[in-house]
């Protein structure tokens, strides 16, 4: 009996089961991941940007032989404001309109294509961005040959770029599925005939007009039926008696 249940029947069509994978990509396309991943990466990168991404030595005859550092912001120019466009864009597609969220996930594709190069040129050219610094430090123009290596924090960078990659593709995957801005503000569709397409219904289905209606129609909210004020009553000298 149990071998027989366990059995699916002839024609009876099979539920794939889910997989983790797939549980993981449903919630990477949700729009609190998609922000939280862009936004984290984003501060990440500026939180590195001011540690040392690089060191070396010199041997000059007016410097002498001394060693020398460099940080992300200052091998990196632009780093700083990139990651900060990176944030903001992420903040706008999952707030946005369509058309802001559209323009917004381009944004941010460019400003994560932009980190991964500043980041990378760092990475693979170290000794060719701290020698225009420190020839730059001492008010000399062009390099001074310097022998440089990367650290660590470069690295760590990259891996906050990824986190927030991680987002931008949660986001281009899902954003077709978000649901748009509140429409509480946004004037309700009206039908053909110009009349509002979903009106409010009062008892017994009888539709009720509310303030915004009459403004949209030129009435005066405060007046009556008979062209005068509603509850405004007014007391005339002689009822004064």
Do not use: F, N
Request: hydrophobic fraction near 50%; avoid cysteine; proline fraction near 6%.
């Amino acid at each position: 009996m149990s071998g027989d249940a366990a059995t699916p029947q002839a024609g009876m069509p099979s539920v794939p089961a889910a997989t983790p994978a797939a549980g993981v990509l449903g919630r990477l396309r949700t729009k609190p991941a998609a922000l939280v991943l862009a936004v984290l990466g984003a501060g990440w990168v500026l939180l590195t940007s001011s540690r040392t991404w690089a060191t070396g030595t010199v041997h000059d005859a007016v410097l002498g032989a001394s060693t020398v550092t460099g940080t992300g912001a200052d091998l990196a120019p632009g780093l700083s404001a990139v990651a900060l466009v990176l944030a903001a864009a992420a903040i706008a597609v999952v707030t946005g309109g369509r058309v802001v969220r559209l323009l917004s996930v381009v944004v941010e594709g460019a400003a994560l294509a932009g980190l991964v190069a500043l980041v990378v040129r760092v990475i693979l050219d170290p000794s060719g961005l701290l020698g225009p610094l420190v020839a730059g430090r001492v008010a000399r123009s062009g390099s001074v040959p310097t022998v440089a290596s990367a650290t660590d924090w470069p690295w760590l960078a990259l891996v906050g770029v990824l986190v927030a990659l991680l987002g931008w593709v949660g986001a281009v995957l899902g954003m077709r599925r978000w649901s748009g801005p509140s429409e509480r503000y946004e004037r309700r569709p009206r039908a053909v005939d110009g009349s509002d397409a979903a009106p409010s219904a009062g008892a017994r289905g009888q539709r009720v007009s509310s303030v915004w209606d009459q403004l949209d129609a030129g009435q005066d909210p405060t007046e009556g039926e008979d062209g005068v004020g509603g509850d405004r009553s007014e007391v005339g000298p002689d009822s004064q008696t």
